[in-house]
Structure formats: structure tokens, C-alpha cells
């Protein structure tokens, strides 16, 4: 095969690549003017190929905040041997803006002279978008934790902290910056403390549910070793990473309080049962200006 034939299915093939893959690619020239602009270039943009040759990219597809930075892009590109990457918007012929990702590499001819600058994108506007999305989704279920009287505590399949929510901080005395990454096992007295460990380990590996989704009283511990009892929910979520939330509520207080109850009633029933007690000793009792006398005599007569 001759080398003019060879040339020949070298520029094929890389034509045929150029208009097959949806990545948009663009070739400029020394002066930033678009040499070929290929069909991922025409689907992004809605200009076709014929509307885009001869022109400077900077000319009308980037925006007007930008066009500065992409000309000194270009010149950076265009003076080194290294690939520059950026990211900058292009305006497509209806006026939407599109986010990309550029990698640029400048083509040179053997004796060093610049033959041109080859521009690769990858459109991330709607990865952007649903990034941005799921950054304010957790901003707002976070907001939503942190409003809750109750305290919110998420772990991994490890034990470790993941979140710490205000309530939290305020139940057991730690910032959250002082637990993150830590094992829950922080907040537990023995034997708790000791065998949590075990406990995720048994979970993981049979499945078997004692704590998930059911309320039980536990025993917590705060930052400075007091004791106390809480009631604890635990949730479990397999969805994306395999994480669980814990909801923990103080009921230290409520407990002295129904102690103290149920001891006033106490006190008021003894006093009660003692009250009638007295009441009907009174009663069978003689009374000092009524004295047994006359029972007496009528034994007597």
C-alpha cells in the first residue's frame, strides 16, 4: 500500500471519528478560528459546521464574562507544549448557555511552528445541575435535622459518626466536629460501649433485626461520664451508601418526674389509708364527757 493511500485512510479515520462520537471536538487554528467544528460541536450548539469555519470562537460562542479569560486560555494554549484545562460556558445559536469542561492541546508541525490547537469538551451542564440540586437537597434535610428537638446521629456500616446534629451537641455535650469519624460506641456505658461492635458485625451478617425500627430505652453516656436514659429509635438505609440514623431522645427528666409522681401518690395513699385508720379508732373510742359509767350500773343492778 502506498503512503498516499495510507494518508488517505489516516484522514478517513479520523474523519469518520470526528463526526461519530457525540464529544464535541474543534479544531483552530494559530488565530483561534475554527478549522473543523464537528457534529458534537453542531447537536451542542445548533450551529452547523459551514456557520462555524472561519469564525473565532470568542467571536459568538462564548459568553460576554468570559471571552477575556477564553483569549488568554488560547494564549496559553497556543505558547505551550503542555494540555491546558478549563471550564467556561458557550452560548448555542437559541441563546441557552452550556457548561463545559475543555482539555486543549496545541498540534505542531515537525519544525515546531504551531499547525493548529485541538479543543475536546465534555458538556457537564446537567451533571452540574443535579449536583447543585443534591448539595441543596442535603443543605435542606440537614436544616430540617438540626430543627429537631430530638437528637439525630448518623453512623456507617463501621460504626462511625457521619452526622451530629444540633440536639445532639446540646444531649451529649460533644461538637460534632469532635466526633466525626469516631465509633458511636463514644456515647455508650458498658457493656454497651464494649459490644456495639459486635452487634452492627451480627446485624450485617444475619440480617437479623433487634434494634432497627422499634423504640427501646437504653442507657447513654455524656461527654463528661453522666449516665442517662434515653429512648432510642434506629433507622437503616440501604439506598446508595448503606448508612443508619439513630434518634435519640433524653427521657432522664421525664423519668425523675414520674418517680416523683408516683412517690407523692404514694405518700398520699399511706396518708389516706393512716387518716382512716385514725378516723376509726376515734370512733370506737369513749369520749371524755360520756364516760362507761352507766353501762356499769345497769350490769350492776
Known sequence: MHNEEMNEIGERFVE??????????????????????????????????????????????????EIELEKQVFDQTHSQALPTHFTNYWKTKDGERRLLRWSNKTLRRSDGDVLGILATAIDITDLTA????????????????????????????????????NAAEETF???????????????????DHSRHDRYIKHHLETGECKVIGRARRVKAQRKNG?????????????DGPHIFAGFVEDISEKEETEKTLEETQFQLQHAGRSGATGESETSIAPQPNQPLTPAARRVGS
Not at 459551514?50 to 460562542?61: K, M, P
Not at 448539595?135 to 451530629?164: C, E, W, Y
Request: net charge negative.
Open 130 to 165: 443535579v449536583e447543585h440540586d443534591l448539595s441543596s437537597s442535603q443543605a435542606f434535610l440537614r436544616s430540617i435535622i438540626d430543627l429537631s428537638p430530638i437528637a439525630v446521629i448518623t453512623i456507617n456500616k463501621r460504626g462511625r459518626i457521619l452526622s451530629f446534629s
Open 226 to 238: 453522666e449516665e442517662f436514659a434515653a429512648m432510642l429509635h434506629v433507622s437503616e438505609f440501604k
Open 173 to 191: 455535650g460533644y461538637s460534632e466536629q469532635n466526633v466525626l469519624g469516631k465509633n458511636i460506641n463514644v456515647l455508650m456505658p458498658e457493656p
Open 16 to 65: 469518520e471519528i470526528l463526526d461519530t462520537v457525540e464529544t464535541p471536538i474543534a479544531l483552530l487554528d494559530g488565530d483561534g478560528k475554527i478549522v473543523r467544528f464537528n457534529h458534537g460541536c453542531e447537536s451542542l450548539t445548533g450551529f452547523a459546521e459551514s456557520e462555524a469555519i472561519g469564525r473565532r470562537v470568542w467571536d459568538f460562542l462564548i459568553v460576554d464574562e
